[in-house]
């Protein structure tokens, strides 16, 4: 009897062990299987912009290749070409372009960074009648597409509404303006929220010391805000730099044109050599990207950490 209990043993642990190697193996198989749908889904969406870097590298003829031209050599440029870079780099055009983007977005930034997190201290640190209901209302602007208020915003903009607005179209200050009127009120809620999980007793402790709300904002929350700052200038630098629509409704003049409007103008022309085309896209996408790339510790830490407390 004693045997025949410990051959039992024996076949329940070999059967117990066959078992974890099936799930191990089930397991490997499944992950190897995800892995390979997120990589491939991953290379179709990275292709275009491989395309992109690699036409920048390459000359006229090898952006069009012959029929029958191997894809190994159509994908991969050979040699690589970087005139296309020098051409954009040295050019007086494209040196105007990149200035007036950097001036409209850096000013565009500093408003609604400034105005915003003023807003946003008002909503969560202040106690005044009406708060919720305004912010309330606040929210209720983020339902609206910006193409609703383009208009409205363009006829004030170019003095052609009743009211005494100057006028300041092919300006910068259509772009500013807005920025310094409180930043939009997706940032106005998403500095609100990082503000609500700072605790409430440093301000009451602060105003027993005597600081004031100015002071409180400008030395107490401010320095505890960089993460949520960052997000917000990060989120705001890119709407900016890579706005279109705004641009070509108020810039008219050459002089004024931005980088978006420039690669515009460039594939509207009637010969656009598209290896060119492609060297000054790749240098219109470095500035948002580098900015991402070296101030993603803030920006990641900002999301994760707003919302806390509603």
């Given amino acids: 009897m004693e045997n025949v209990g410990v051959e039992q043993v024996q076949v329940a642990a070999v059967e117990a062990a066959r078992s974890r190697r099936r799930r191990n193996v089930l397991h490997y198989i499944e992950r190897a299987i995800i892995y390979f749908l997120l990589s491939s889904g991953a290379l179709i969406f990275l292709f275009p912009l491989w395309w992109m870097l690699s036409t920048s590298l390459k000359n006229l003829e090898q952006t069009f290749p012959d029929v029958g031209t191997p894809v190994a050599e159509q994908i991969v440029p050979n040699p690589i070409v970087l005139q296309n870079y020098l051409d954009v780099l040295t050019s007086t055009a494209w040196h105007n372009y990149f200035l007036n983007s950097t001036v409209m977005t850096l000013g565009s930034v500093i408003g609604q960074v400034l105005t915003a997190s003023l807003a946003a201290f008002a909503f969560a640190r202040l106690r005044w009648p009406g708060r919720d209901g305004m912010f309330i209302l606040v929210l209720a602007t983020m339902m609206l597409p910006y193409q609703v ?132 896209s790749v240098l219109v996408m470095l500035p948002p990207l580098l900015l991402f790339f070296f101030a993603q510790r803030y920006f990641i830490e900002g999301i994760s950490l707003t919302g806390i407390k509603g």
């Fill in 149 to 280: 208020t383009l208009i409205p915003q363009f006829l004030i903009f170019s003095g052609k509404a009743p009211l005494p607005f100057p006028v300041v179209t092919n300006t910068f200050w259509p772009f500013w303006f807005p920025s310094f009127l409180g930043g939009g009120a997706f940032s106005i809620f998403l500095l609100r929220q990082f503000m609500l999980s700072l605790p409430i007793e440093l301000d009451e402790a602060a105003t027993i010391d005597g600081a004031g709300p100015g002071t409180i904002y400008a030395r107490l929350i401010v320095p505890q805000m960089y993460p949520a700052l960052a997000t917000v200038a990060i989120f705001s630098m890119q709407a900016h730099w890579n706005a279109l629509l705004q641009p070509v409704v108020y810039l008219s003049k050459t002089a004024n044109f931005t980088v978006v409007q420039g690669l515009l103008q460039y594939q509207t022309q009637t010969e656009v050599e598209w290896n060119q085309l492609m060297a000054a």
